[in-house]
Every structure is written in structure tokens, then in C-alpha cells.
């Protein structure tokens, strides 16, 4: 992610309790999203975020609604159509014993919530994290409501063993 759009917020922030936050990138930033996420354009993106403290991080709780316009792999043409997603992150300062120890081996439990994300400083950047978000909601085989594909075949080509048959066999 660029710095074309960033919500930063600092840890110390949510020495307050917990912090809502709405991030509405304006038309200049969402161009720059869309080309990175290789949409044709995002018309609209709205982002409520709940930022509040966890062990010594914080946990982020984001809900986006997105207008996305895409092109239909099927009929070529640009559509849009809505985009929601929600998203839970625990994110926890560099240093911290609740960081995951990048020596140890990591064990892939599918059904165990993912390790907090370790922070380069003491700043969240919000924004990233819905972009990410974001982008993993994006259809990368969209289409067009309503339209079906058909695949036609075409004429059978024979195979070269079904001619050398046909060679062989005079009846064939």
C-alpha cells in the first residue's frame, strides 16, 4: 500500500478506551486503490473501524461497504456492482511477549486464530489493513449479473489415433 491513503493511529491513543473510526478515501485516493487492486474504478468505499485495546496492541474490527466496477470476463463489458467485507486484526508493538517468535517453528492450526500482527513502530496504519481486506474481497473472475457462459466445442477434430484407425480399418 502507498501513502495515497493512510489512517494512521498510535497506540497511546487508546489509553482512552476504545476509539470508532470512518475512513472515506476521497476520488484521487480511490483511483490509485483501484489501480492497485486492478479494478477498472471504485466509486465508493466507506470503512467503520472499532480500534480498541488488547493485551498490550490493539484489536481492529472493520466493516467496509465498497461500489467496485470490474470488467466481465464473459462479455467484456465494465459493470459495477457492491463490495462488502469485515475483517478482526490483534496487532501488538515490536518487542512485545505477546509477538510471535519468528525463530520458533510455527504450527498451522486452520482452526486457531491467526497470531497478532507485529507493529514497526508504535502507529497502526488502518487504511492498510482494509485494502488488504479489500483486495481479498475482489472477484478475479468477475461477471456480469445475468450473464451465463456457454462453451461450444466446435466440430469434433479427430484425434490422430481415430484417422490411423479409420487407415487401417477400411470400413471405418
Known amino acids: 500500500m502507498t501513502a495515497a491513503w493512510s489512517g494512521m493511529m498510535r ?3 487508546l489509553s482512552q478506551g476504545p476509539r470508532t473510526v470512518v475512513l472515506e478515501p476521497d ?3 480511490r483511483a490509485q486503490i483501484a489501480r492497485q487492486i486492478d479494478v477498472v474504478s471504485l466509486p465508493a ?3 467503520e473501524l472499532e480500534v480498541r485495546p488488547w493485551l498490550d496492541g490493539a484489536e481492529i474490527i472493520g466493516r467496509f461497504q465498497a461500489q467496485v466496477e470490474q470488467t466481465c470476463g464473459v462479455t467484456l463489458e465494465d459493470f459495477e456492482q457492491p463490495l462488502s467485507g469485515a475483517f478482526e486484526v490483534q496487532v501488538v508493538p515490536a518487542g512485545s511477549p505477546h509477538a510471535p517468535d519468528e525463530d520458533s517453528e510455527m504450527e498451522l492450526d486452520l482452526e486457531a486464530p491467526d497470531p497478532p500482527d ?3 513502530g508504535d502507529a ?3 487504511a492498510a489493513y482494509v485494502f488488504e481486506h479489500l483486495a481479498l ?3 478475479p473472475f468477475p461477471r456480469k449479473p445475468g450473464v451465463n457462459f456457454e462453451f461450444d466445442a466446435g466440430p469434433e477434430d479427430d ?3 481415430a484417422v490411423l484407425k479409420r487407415l487401417q ?3 471405418g
Do not use: H, M, T, W
Request: proline share 8%; hydrophobic share 45%.
Open 169 to 171: 480399418d477400411p470400413k
Open 137 to 139: 474481497e475482489v472477484d
Open 118 to 120: 507485529v507493529l514497526a
Open 159 to 161: 484425434s490422430p489415433f
Open 11 to 13: 497506540l497511546g491513543e
Open 45 to 47: 468505499l466507506r470503512v
Open 124 to 126: 497502526i496504519d488502518l
Open 27 to 29: 476520488a484521487e485516493q
